[in-house]
């Protein structure tokens, strides 16, 4: 399901990489909404659900074949707060405190869908390379992005977070 084939560097990147960004960005005990657009092989989405239980995870993934994996690793690893959405993004109904985006094609067709599913006042977490941070500032100019931080053990992949500063509140 991956490009990596070495074990170790299985468990640092795609897992490591994946707990970074919970702990970052929820902690273990926060208790929200989480959608993994894209999902593929799982990541970031499978690790948030293991890192955090109290977390409602969705697995947003199109492609039949990886849905089927996603289903069978949640059911492997009796994740009770995980769910697989088979479908296109653009398809998921409603929003979510915090939406997830790692190592997508498309990146400028994904991000644009991703940032709408995040509520007023939600978060949103990029794992992206360096020269996607500006497509990421461009394309959400409603979100105050933070400060991008490296990830430990990447080689050049970092964390952009963003919240949604869309009120919603009627005028």
């Given at each position: 399901m991956t490009s990596v084939?070495?074990?170790r560097e299985m468990v640092s990147r795609h897992f490591g990489e994946s707990f970074f960004l919970a702990?970052?960005?929820i902690g273990s005990r926060w208790q929200g909404t989480v959608a993994d657009v894209g999902s593929g092989a799982?990541?970031?989405g499978v690790p948030?659900?293991?890192y955090c239980p109290t977390a409602d995870v969705?697995?947003?993934e199109s492609q039949g074949k990886k849905a089927?994996?996603?289903n069978e690793v949640i059911y492997a690893l009796k994740l009770k707060n995980a769910r697989v959405f088979r479908d296109r993004a653009e398809q998921f109904s409603g929003q979510v405190d915090?939406?997830?985006v790692r190592a997508v094609e498309k990146f400028d067709d994904v991000l644009s869908v991703a940032l709408d599913l995040v509520r007023p006042g939600g978060r949103i977490g990029l794992m992206i390379g360096q020269t996607q941070l500006e497509t990421?500032?461009?394309?959400g100019l409603h979100f105050e992005w933070e400060q991008p931080l490296k990830v430990p053990g990447g080689e050049s992949r970092i964390l952009l977070p963003g919240t949604n500063l869309v009120n919603d509140e009627p005028k």
């Open positions: 084939r070495d074990p702990e970052t960005l799982g990541f970031p948030v659900a293991m969705t697995l947003i089927a994996f996603l915090l939406v997830t990421a500032r461009r394309l």
